[in-house]
């Protein structure tokens, strides 16, 4: 289980590499002693060279010690930085992978309701914001602010070793620069999230439109969707406007700070105490350099500080695919789905819809093991949550569902679905080789056995004409196929998995009469041995069912064959004589 907290997540990634970090973060000091000692190498030149009595020519014996110094502290920092570089180079993105995988398989794990309403792009923003935000504040981190408070203890003591008042002077900068940074930046960081949350609404809406390009080009709607597209950019525009405006507002009073401390205060402070002989030109030039280059130091963070902030608000915006808490998980003590004949039984289910809807109300069921079992019935008539409630893509509000006398909610997810195939209405693939997409229905299955499957569905043939055959890749949800080839893929997908229970949404609806015919006779061949459920609007397609279940406003109305709910005379035969082109209405309104 991930944290949902983001101090406790970032530590749930570093503790991984917690040694690499306390040597990168050493090394990372090397920074530190640069811009603190080398001043003190400079001080040491001027001593000696002020206070030198002897020959001239002479003068090289008396620098050694400093020429010694100055080549320890060219060369030991300059090392350090390189070692540091390499080790980053090899744990920043084995990282970020470690995040994205983490967090991608935490969404992968959210219920159906969750992914249908969320945007695909925007979830992929923001698993990809978090890994690349997290990284950059742990590197602005160790490489920036760790150095820098160390930086500032060296460069005090030193200073406070030559006169107090230097360190006061420095430290009272530096608290009065921070301390303003401290007070603005949440200001930055609600300005970024803000900006961060309009940026990852844009892509989603951009990946939307991608991704239904062809009702773009259809309604020829090119313009309308730059319009509608540009209303999102707008306010992206205006709050990136914002956050970026906050910072610079921020840099005009961290100017004028430097200017006054140590730009005049310290200056002015210094030559005064050369005046009266407090300290040597040595002192004078240690005190000078050290000063400026903390001053850059902290310049360096009073600037990353604002970006830390914005980093920290992009994290906490991504964090919220993982504070979601997964709707449906297996119990504690589930264990794997046990199929022995592959009965199904509703015990007083009932369920309604986050909305309110109510669909089953103390409903009770029992499909037969190995039976073939028809649901019909208008559009929202219950038959898809009839379907979806077995596959537990809810979980019901009381009764319940059972599988050869198992609990589905008490059996683990992962094999209540492997036990189950299903061959929707309208099939997506992946974009992937069509070998990859028939062999998702069993990972481990031999070439053969997709090539035998691809025959039993009819796609060997159109597989084979393509040029790169069954290493062909599909497109987006299979959009270089036709929809026909598509539900043949489906189809083969789901003879190779040969689960025991088998639903089928209209699965030949996108056939052509001929494919269909030839079809019919490989789904009867699928069928047998299996409990088989069929979801139809096409009422003749459940002529050769064992039994036939109408749904009405979430009530089974009807149960019985075909003929005899013909000949019963009533709801079932209204709808048999309702359909056109043998296909059923949306409603009884539409007859």
């Known amino acids: 289980m991930l944290p949902t907290k983001l101090p406790q997540f970032i530590w749930h990634f570093v503790k991984q590499h917690k040694m690499t970090f306390i040597v990168i973060q050493l090394l990372c000091l090397g920074w530190s002693i640069d811009n603190t000692l080398w001043p003190y ?7 000696t060279l002020t206070n030198f009595t002897g020959e001239r020519s002479l003068i090289w014996y008396a620098l050694l010690p400093v020429m010694a110094l100055w080549v320890v502290l060219w060369i030991g920092p300059e090392i350090m930085y390189r070692i540091s570089g390499f080790m980053m180079a090899k744990i920043f993105p084995r990282i970020e992978a470690s995040i994205r995988m983490a967090m991608f398989n935490y969404v992968e794990g959210h219920s159906y309701s969750f992914f249908a309403n969320q945007f695909a792009g925007t979830m992929a923003n923001r698993i990809n914001d978090m890994s690349q935000s997290l990284a950059r504040t742990l590197n602005i981190t160790v490489t920036l602010f760790t150095p820098a408070f160390v930086a500032l203890i060296i460069a005090s003591s030193i200073f406070f070793h030559i006169n107090h008042w230097f360190a006061v002077l420095l430290m009272t900068w530096v608290t009065l620069h921070i301390g303003y940074c ?20 844009l892509t989603g809406k951009v990946v939307d439109s991608f991704t239904n390009f062809i009702n773009v080009k259809l309604f020829a709607h090119r313009r309308f969707e730059y319009e509608y597209v540009n209303t999102f950019q707008d306010d992206e525009l205006k709050k990136n406007q914002q956050s970026a405006t906050a910072v610079e507002k921020i840099k005009i009073v961290l100017g004028l700070s430097t200017i006054i401390f140590p730009g005049i205060l310290m200056t002015w402070y210094e030559i005064y105490c050369w005046q009266h002989h407090i300290i040597s030109i040595g002192d004078f030039v240690l005190i000078f350099n050290t000063t400026w280059n903390i001053i850059m130091i902290m310049w360096f963070v009073g600037m990353e500080l604002p970006n830390l902030y914005r980093e920290i608000g992009v994290c906490q915006q991504a964090l919220s695919l993982i504070q979601a808490e997964h709707e449906i998980i297996d119990t504690p003590d589930a264990k794997p789905l046990v199929i022995t004949q592959g009965e199904i039984k509703f015990d007083n289910v009932s369920f309604h819809y ?4 109510k669909v089953f109300e103390r409903t009770s069921i029992t499909i037969e093991p190995g039976s073939k079992v028809g649901l019909v019935g208008f559009s929202g008539a219950g038959k898809s949550t009839f379907v979806n409630l077995i596959l537990r893509f809810y979980d019901i509000d009381s009764g ?19 036990h189950i195939s299903m061959i929707p209405q309208h099939p997506s693939l992946f974009h992937r080789t069509l070998k990859e997409n028939i062999r998702y229905g069993k990972h481990d299955a031999t070439d053969e056995e997709v090539i035998s499957a691809s025959k039993q569905a009819h796609c060997h043939e159109f597989i084979m004409a393509l040029p790169q055959g069954y290493d062909s890749l599909v497109g987006e949800r299979g959009i270089k196929l036709s929809g026909g080839q598509r539900q043949r893929v489906a189809i083969a997908r789901a003879i190779l998995a040969n689960a ?9 609806s996108a056939l052509d009469s001929v494919t269909e015919k030839i079809i019919q006779e490989s789904l009867h061949t699928l069928m047998k041995n299996k409990t088989t459920i069929v979801v139809a609007h096409r009422l003749s397609t459940l002529a050769d069912m064992d039994r036939i279940l109408v749904f009405d406003e979430g009530k089974i ?25 043998g296909f059923l209405p949306e409603s009884e309104k539409t007859e």
């Open 557 to 581: 109305v009807e149960d019985g064959t075909h003929q005899a709910l013909i000949d019963a005379g009533e709801h079932y035969a209204k709808l048999w004589h309702m359909q056109a082109g």
């Open 182 to 201: 401290l007070v603005t930046a949440p200001k930055c960081a609600r300005l970024s999230n803000r900006h961060s949350n309009s940026r990852s609404i």
């Open 400 to 418: 319940t569902i059972y599988i050869d006398e198992q609990d589905i909610s008490n059996v683990t997810l992962t094999s209540l679905r492997q």
């Open 500 to 508: 025991p229970i088998l639903i089928l949404d209209e699965a030949t």
């Open 354 to 357: 986050l909305d309110g809807r």
């Open 41 to 47: 190498g400079l001080k040491l030149l001027v001593d």
